[in-house]
């Protein structure tokens, strides 16, 4: 079945170290990936997504470009912040089924 | 717009109360969902609705019951509760989920223990 499988975490690292994030997934059709950021205390927001493969997503400095051939969806900022401590969650919708598939979150903290 | 909304944001119930969990959206989403959030765990999909009056089970139904009698309201009833189903409880909608490619717009969370 569908499923999406992230990288364990916690990661910590320090201000304006590069961040990677894996994410893979598995699926029976053709499915479009998310990344999603919680912080702390709210509910789970859209950070970027690409609906077809090679496409790039980007948004606020992160970016992850979707890789048919090796079935990845990488997470990746040149240069983090204090503010970018949150849970990311990797996901996955297809044209197959009614519903989404979420990876377990990856916490992010990052330390002056 | 308002969003998602859900209430109550917090909630503690003794074993075997029963209450509902309530979420609306007014971005005129076809696709509602509900999910549980626990450690380690990512998000679990409980129910979704993809229009008003069709609903289906996700991977962790049991325990819980829903309804779309309103595009806007999707409702989340537990029957019965148990210490099994403290967790955090998110609502979430989109346009619809034909092509998986609409984005989620998730609520702000409710936080529930079971005594």
């Known amino acids: 079945g569908d499923s999406v499988t992230q990288m364990e975490g916690p990661v910590t690292l320090s201000e304006e170290a590069f961040l990677t994030i894996n994410c893979t997934y598995t699926?029976?059709?053709?499915?479009?990936l998310f990344w999603y950021v919680q912080y702390p205390g709210e509910g789970l927001q859209l950070l970027l997504k690409?609906?077809?493969?090679?496409d790039k997503g980007s948004n606020k400095g992160f970016e992850a470009t979707y890789r048919k051939e090796t079935t990845s969806f990488h997470l990746e900022k040149g240069s983090v912040q204090v503010s970018d401590s949150a849970v990311y969650f990797c996901?996955?919708?297809?044209?197959?089924?009614?519903?989404?598939?979420f990876g377990t979150g990856t916490s992010l903290t990052v330390i002056p | 717009n308002a969003g998602v909304t859900q209430t109550p944001k917090f909630q503690v119930l003794k074993t075997g109360q029963s209450m509902t969990l309530q979420c609306a959206q007014d971005?005129?989403?076809?696709?509602m969902s509900w999910y549980r959030q626990d450690p380690g765990m990512g998000l679990r999909l409980i129910h979704y609705?993809?229009?008003?009056?069709?609903?289906d089970q996700g991977e962790v139904p049991n325990g819980y019951n829903v309804s779309r009698s309103t595009t806007e309201d999707f409702p989340l009833r537990l029957l019965s509760a148990a210490p099994s189903q403290t967790s955090v409880y998110f609502c979430?909608?989109?346009?619809?989920?034909?092509?998986?490619?609409?984005?989620?717009?998730f609520g702000p969370g409710t936080r529930l223990t079971v005594l």
């Open positions: 979430a909608s989109s346009y619809s989920m034909t092509q998986g490619t609409d984005t989620q717009y």
């Open positions: 699926a029976t059709g053709y499915p479009s």
């Open positions: 690409a609906t077809k493969a090679d």
């Open positions: 996901a996955l919708g297809t044209n197959t089924g009614n519903q989404f598939y």
């Open positions: 971005m005129n989403h076809e696709y």
């Open positions: 609705s993809v229009g008003a009056g069709i609903t």
